[in-house]
């Protein structure tokens, strides 16, 4: 019919001319582009079901919780149910004299379903993966070798579905490898995924793995991104064991600090896996898949706000919990864990295994659970989650061990082939030396001492004469004129300052701020301390920027790193290590600036030196009492990781004084 609803059709033999009649009316109709009467469309209606949206969150799935698997069951059936008949079909539909039947009363409502345990809200597998997809609209079928939009020459697949498919590919033009998602264009959930990659684009966050380009082109769809060649996800990170509480801790507070600030920015990941979070080789962990992974698999979009930051929050709560037990929180084997027994569903992390880190338990209990055990307070959003880890004890990375000692293994001295061994059997016919006779150990290290002694006092003797015979002189000289300036001897005078040698000695740094006064946030705070640990493989990085600073005019004139040094210290030099050639100024805040060093602007502190390199020394050419040291950064290195982006990186400081 016109309204997208089957007409039901008696074939019976009494009514045959009825339905003829009313069939022509039907035809005529739909010619005529006028709509079916009022009484039809509620008949056929008793039949078809309204078509729901297949996002709808009001549908249940098999487990009595909001899911797609319901929502796709609805979509695909409705779909074909009210799809508008034309002339030929109904025609053809007269002719097949099929029965069908009339509409009876509806069947009265089933009993609900007892509530099953709470299952994993993140399928490996969603049904609509299948169950939306049009039959002519599979996956795009490529193979190894074949170039996409005369560019990207796919490598390598590394996974296929019926709906899309993952591929390692090579950006020919940058010669650098990048991965990317194929899409039939005309799918339906094509135009969800171009909008929420090109919205990860403009994330700019380098916690996050880059989208480098999404475009559709003729009947395909494809999103390319950052690849990570030497980053590991959680999942194999996880394959032998769970994490150490150093490593766990350091796990959640990048990740949440990750999200939350995603989150402040209108952006949510919704499908936060363990394949999601990868691991580079300098211990930093990076996000993959934000919102593109949902887009793709179909997964519904969150009803509010406050909806999308639940489920990251309980999706990173996941995350911590599988890393403390090495297992998966939810009843359903995922990612090469077991899950849990039914009887520790709601358990905490140190319930289900031993040895586990008291307050990392409580953390991952609060975010994973909606009543957390203890009666303690959920957590439900991640800026929440990020509060709660700053309150937490930091946790210390664990000393190396040091391999047990061994006693150095005894060196015999020998002597000649022909010299007495202490265990030989004396000759007989060779008289033995008399006791008094024989040279012992402790003869000769008295003979040794007396030579020692000999030979200090003659130095003593000679340096005595020496000095004498220099004050003799020295004399002799003074009795001249009086006019007659004194000669001083390089090696008598009083050494100068000039010529006096200062050790450096290594001043601590209690703690490293980001300055940004002309940016809108603090960059990479969950990256300071890598500037003062000890590790120059690890560095504090800036945004990835558009411009170096250097450029006219330029997008901000700088930005910069502050160390404190905990108390107001003699700095003498300034030792600062970058990941590529940097140019930056050493600056102290004048009086007025160091009652609020962050909050103060860069005209408010003084410039004491500026290096260019990658590794610079601040020397000063007197010591400086200051508390604080901003390392001011004016031009910035290309970034190796993006083309057309500068990002500055510091590796480590030190201070001496």
Not at 43 to 70: I, L, M, W
Not at 80 to 97: C, D, F, K, N, Y
């Amino acid at each position: 019919m016109a309204d997208g609803t089957k007409a039901v059709v008696d074939t019976s033999a009494a009514d045959a001319a009825a339905d003829e009649a009313a069939l022509a009316a039907a035809i005529d109709g739909l010619g005529d582009g006028k709509t079916a009467p009022a009484d039809a469309a509620d008949a056929s209606s008793a039949d078809a079901p309204e078509a729901d949206d297949e996002d709808d969150p009001g549908t249940d799935d098999e487990d009595g919780q909001d899911g797609p698997g319901r929502e796709a069951a609805v979509g695909e059936e409705t779909s074909e149910i009210t799809a508008p008949l034309s002339v030929q079909e109904i025609a053809a539909e007269l002719a097949a004299g099929t029965a069908r039947k009339k509409p009876g009363p509806a069947p009265a409502p089933e009993a609900a379903a007892p509530k099953r345990l709470p299952t994993d809200p993140q399928p490996t597998v969603d049904p609509r993966d299948t169950a939306t997809l049009p039959r002519t609209l599979p996956a795009p079928m490529r193979h190894s070798g074949d170039r996409i939009g005369h560019r990207y020459r796919l490598e390598e697949c590394i996974s296929q579905t019926e709906t899309f498919s993952s591929w390692r590919a090579v950006d020919e033009k940058l010669r650098r490898a990048v991965g990317v998602h194929l899409m039939a264009s005309g799918h339906q959930r094509a135009r969800k995924v171009l909008a929420a990659a090109k919205s990860a684009a403009l994330l700019g966050d380098p916690r996050f793995v880059q989208v480098l380009d999404a475009v559709q082109e003729g009947e395909l769809v494809y999103v390319v991104r950052e690849w990570l060649p030497h980053a590991s996800d959680l999942a194999k990170l996880l394959a032998d064991g769970p994490m150490e509480p150093h490593e766990a801790y350091q796990m959640v507070r990048q990740v949440a600090d990750a999200v939350a600030a995603a989150h402040r920015r209108g952006q949510a990941h919704l499908r936060l896996t363990p394949r999601c979070v990868l691991r580079t080789d300098s211990g930093q962990y990076r996000i993959n898949g934000i919102a593109v992974d949902a887009a793709l698999r179909g997964l519904p979009d969150e009803d509010s706000t406050d909806d999308a930051q639940r489920a990251d929050t309980r999706a990173i709560g996941a995350l911590l919990f599988a890393a403390l037990t090495h297992r998966w929180p939810y009843p359903e084997d995922r990612y090469d864990l077991k899950g849990l027994p039914k009887g520790l569903q709601n358990a905490a992390p140190d319930q289900v295994r031993a040895g586990v880190h008291k307050g990392l338990s409580e953390l991952a209990a609060r975010a994973l659970f909606d009543h957390p055990p203890h009666h303690a307070e959920p957590i439900t959003t991640p800026e929440e989650l990020v509060r709660a880890i700053a309150r937490m004890p930091k946790i210390r990375q664990p000393e190396p061990e040091l391999p047990a000692f061994q006693a150095p293994p005894r060196h015999h001295t020998h002597a000649l082939p022909t010299a007495p061994i202490p265990t030989r059997v004396a000759d007989p016919e060779v008289a033995p030396l008399p006791a008094s006779s024989r040279p012992t150990a402790s003869r000769r290290t008295k003979r040794r001492l007396r030579r020692v002694i000999k030979a200090t006092a003659w130095t003593v003797a000679l340096g005595a004469i020496g000095v004498a015979s220099w004050q003799f002189v020295d004399n002799l000289r003074n009795t001249g004129p009086a006019h007659a300036a004194p000669q001083t001897s390089g090696s008598g005078a009083a050494p100068s300052p000039q010529a006096s040698t200062h050790s450096p000695v290594p001043i601590p740094i209690r703690d490293a701020f980001s300055y940004n006064p002309r940016g809108d946030s603090p960059e990479s705070t969950y990256l300071l301390p890598k500037v003062f640990d000890g590790d120059p493989n690890t560095a504090w990085s800036t945004k990835q920027y558009l411009d170096p600073f250097g450029s006219k005019p330029p997008l901000k004139d700088g930005t910069g790193l502050l160390i404190d040094l905990g108390s107001a210290q003699a700095v003498s030099s300034v030792n600062v290590q970058f990941v590529g050639t940097t140019t930056a100024e050493l600056r102290v805040p004048n009086a007025q600036a160091a009652v609020s060093p962050q909050g103060a602007q860069p005209e408010a502190y003084n410039v004491l030196d500026r290096q260019t390199g990658t590794t610079v020394d601040f020397t000063l050419s007197s010591p400086t009492n200051t508390r604080y040291l901003l390392i001011w950064l004016t031009s910035l290195p290309k970034d190796k990781d993006a083309e057309g982006r500068w990002r500055g990186q510091v590796a480590e400081v030190k201070v001496f004084g």
